[in-house]
T-cell receptor, first 115, second 110 residues
Framework: GAVVSQHPSWVICKSGTSVKIECRSL??????MFWYRQFPKQSLMLMAT?????????EQGVEKDKFLINHASLTLSTLTVTSAHPEDSSFYIC???????????FGAGTRLSVL | GQNIDQPTEMTATEGAIVQINCTYQ??????LFWYQQHAGEAPTFLSY????GLEEKGRFSSFLSRSKGYSYLLLKELQMKDSASYLC???????????FGAGTRLFVKA
């Protein structure tokens, strides 16, 4: 299957700093990428959907100024958590889908801890 | 509204067969997926059903009935490593979204 690389896998940061998470599709062109957040023992919560070259579409309740998403190329999307606070600590997972395909492939996830 | 229902937890014995059911109500239908997620890891793709019927892939099979809004994932010859959450997800028509169920946590015991 297709490979999606997500980096970093784990990050600890101080409150008030910004953290950037990268998501790359390694062997296919991802016209659509998705960013999810997941709390322990809960399901995936879709934060936003991004299409290459256009602005991301955020889900209700997700602050677009806090969670900046850039999908500048067909193989790379980034999520920046700005001015992180302890309540932003979570498991963030990206996934990518090739144009015309149904399956989403997931990155390994990033565990963010904000102190 | 859009809704995907699956049992919260199931327990089965090593070597046995288990069926995880999923019912859905979504705005249109363009495919149903099953993913496996181990604790602390990202989901991995298991199966994709677009047409009615059974799709078999090794120890795992997935069934779909579009008229009933129903799917199941069948796991045969259970192994301890199959202990994980199993997510049912539906892609709706017209948009880009795939809607995920809350997942079924499967515990395989010796």
């Amino acid at each position: 299957g297709a490979v999606v690389s997500q980096h970093p896998s784990w990050v600890i940061c101080k409150s008030g700093t910004s953290v950037k998470i990268e998501c790359r599709s390694l062997d296919f062109q991802a016209t659509t990428m998705f960013w999810y957040r997941q709390f322990p023992k809960q399901s995936l919560m879709l934060m936003a959907t991004s299409n290459e070259g256009s602005k991301a579409t955020y889900e209700q309740g997700v602050e677009k100024d806090k969670f900046l998403i850039n999908h500048a190329s067909l193989t790379l999307s980034t999520l920046t958590v700005t001015s992180a606070h302890p309540e932003d600590s979570s498991f963030y997972i990206c996934s990518a889908r090739e144009q015309g395909q149904g399956v989403q492939y997931f990155g390994a996830g990033t565990r963010l801890s904000v102190l | 509204g859009q809704n995907i229902d699956q049992p919260t937890e199931m327990t089965a014995t090593e070597g046995a067969i288990v069926q995880i059911n999923c019912t859905y109500q979504t705005s249109g239908f363009n495919g149903l997926f099953w993913y496996q997620q181990h604790a602390g890891e990202a989901p991995t793709f298991l199966s994709y059903n677009v047409l009615d019927g059974l799709e078999e892939k090794g120890r795992f099979s997935s069934f779909l009935s579009r008229s009933k809004g129903y799917s199941y994932l069948l796991l045969k010859e259970l192994q301890m490593k199959d202990s994980a959450s199993y997510l049912c997800a539906v892609k709706n028509t017209g948009g880009f979204k795939t809607i995920f169920g809350a997942g079924t946590r499967l515990f395989v015991k010796a």
